[in-house]
């Protein structure tokens, strides 16, 4: 398994009054943030079973949904989850953001505020110990920008094994960092503790949320760093990102750059991206089946689409959820699943190395 597991590990809060207010989200709004398009109160179901005539309906007496073809039916979070293949709290996570309600556990950045002044919801009272944590551009732009090019046989080995030259890698501006411990103490002294653990990267403790040797991909939008993963290669072998931080798309501004119709890899790991651009391939890598964000599906729809799972369990999951988001769509995306246990990059880098 390749996704990174630090957000997901750690408990996750939700207010019982945010609860509530998640269920009163009127569902057609939900329905509609989800990408369903309603006429009146019918749409095609999301299953994608309905040929011609819709049998998705939502009551907005009740507040709840039902497909009269398949019989699926339920209330605001559970439409999440079925659409975007989440669990519970990963939807009612999901919707906080989306409709700007304090009490979960993600972040409350400019997005969330924007919306909440559009649906204006009933503020509730975050609890005391919800942790705080937004994107630090700036933080994550200074750290990338201090560390070097990847010369450590860990990291040219890992490098290697995925597909990835050192070319490829001064490109996508993959960088090792050494000793976090040495870089805690200058990011500290240059950003204040509590600036370092909002940006998600140190947890409670005062030292980043790693260590040993790890390479970082930074996600670049021109010069800078909106987001970084962190590929633990000494000490354990995880992928770590910012703490609550939602997962952006990795290599997004690649899509200014197509023209319509043009073939677009959507991966599900960052090497297996590099990688691929690395082989002439378009592609972008979304980190798992929970981070993809409904809002993406308008920027994908101009491309010709082939999705690129882990041959994992946890790559079926991601393919079920990206035809899900898009079938609601009416939109067509292929799928290349690498053999069981490898992913993508594996496949390219056993091509380069033979
Ligand atoms: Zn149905």
Not at 45 to 71: E, I, L
Request: proline share 7%.
């Amino acid at each position: 398994m390749r996704r990174p597991s630090l957000s997901t590990a750690k408990p996750k809060l939700l207010s019982d009054q945010a609860l509530a207010r998640l269920r009163e989200l009127p569902i057609a709004d939900v329905a509609s943030a989800v990408g369903i398009t309603l006429r009146g109160n019918k749409a095609m179901c999301f299953n994608g079973h309905d040929t011609a005539t819709p049998s998705f309906t939502v009551s907005k007496a009740r507040n709840t949904w039902r497909c009269f073809g398949c019989g699926e039916h339920g209330d605001a979070i559970t439409l999440v989850q079925k659409i975007h293949c989440l669990g519970f709290m990963d939807a009612c996570n999901w919707l906080c953001h989306h409709f700007g309600i304090i009490g979960g556990d993600v972040p409350h950045g400019p997005r969330a505020r924007s919306l909440s002044r559009v649906t204006s919801p009933k503020p509730v009272n975050p609890l005391p110990s919800a942790p705080s944590t937004s994107s630090d551009f700036e933080l994550y732009t200074w750290l990338v920008a201090r560390c070097g090019p990847v010369k450590a046989s860990l990291g040219t080995t890992y490098l290697q094994t995925h597909g990835i030259t050192p070319d490829l890698a001064l490109r996508f501006g993959v960088v090792e960092l050494v000793d976090p411990a040495r870089a805690y103490r200058e990011l500290e002294k240059h950003w204040g503790p509590d600036r370092i653990r909002s940006a998600g990267l140190s947890g409670g403790r005062r030292a980043l949320s790693w260590s040993g040797y790890a390479l970082i991909f930074p996600f670049k939008f021109d010069a800078i760093t909106q987001y970084l993963q962190v590929r633990c290669l000494q000490i354990s072998r995880k992928f770590f990102g910012p703490s609550g931080i939602p997962k952006p798309m990795f290599n997004s501004q690649r899509l200014s750059q197509l023209r319509p119709g043009s073939l677009l890899h959507i991966c599900e790991g960052v090497p297996d991206a590099i990688s691929m651009e690395g082989s002439g391939l378009a592609a972008v890598a979304v980190l798992g089946a929970t981070s993809f964000r409904s809002e993406w599906v308008e920027e994908l729809l101009p491309f010709d689409l082939v999705g690129v799972p882990d041959g994992d369990a946890a790559g079926e999951k991601f393919m079920k959820c990206l035809a899900n988001e898009f079938r609601v769509r009416s939109k067509s995306i292929r799928f290349v699943v690498p053999p069981e246990g490898m992913d993508a990059s594996d496949v390219i880098a056993r091509g380069k190395n033979a």
